[in-house]
């Protein structure tokens, strides 16, 4: 009997572990359906975010090449319009100059009488100054030109990807680089 008891004993014991073993493969098969829920659900999370991250960055991609498309010409004018403005200012402060420079000449006949001499002579001076002005005009417009072309390159990338960015040569120098110095100018303009 004792025999027995110590058998049935056993198997008692055996179903207590096979009981536990199962409750244990139970929780596991549970916490493993779960977690592959939990995996499966962050998966199709992040597949959303980075499908709705995709098509946001392209409607603002579209909307930006929109915003572009107006004045992109216009942009383009600008630059052209501001070189036209350079070329019309330095050709009249040519002409202005070379009319200067021609009352000079003729003043060497009035040497005669000097108070007169003088008069127009601080007045053809004070033109000579006075056409200054183009070439500092001239610096600073093509200093906005550049910078336009480069604000221009820089959006076409952004509604152009695929689109190198190209900075213009120079530009941190134009941009930041000093006008000439009015003495620079009125040393230069000194030797005619």
Known sequence: MIAGWHLMAEQTEALIVIDKLDEMRRFIDRRFAELSME??????????SEANLASKLEVMQEQ??????????????????????????????NRIMEAAEAISDWLVELRDEPELYARISDKVNAIFEACSFQDLTSQRIRRAIDQLHHVESMLGSISNPNAEIKVPRGLEIAVSGPDLAQANIDEMLASF
Do not use: K
């Open 39 to 48: 995996i499966h659900a962050t998966e199709q999370l992040v597949d959303y």
């Open 64 to 93: 930006i090449a929109a915003v572009l498309a107006a004045p992109a010409l216009s942009t383009r004018n600008s630059g052209v319009e501001l070189e036209a403005v350079v070329q019309t200012t330095e050709a009249a402060a």
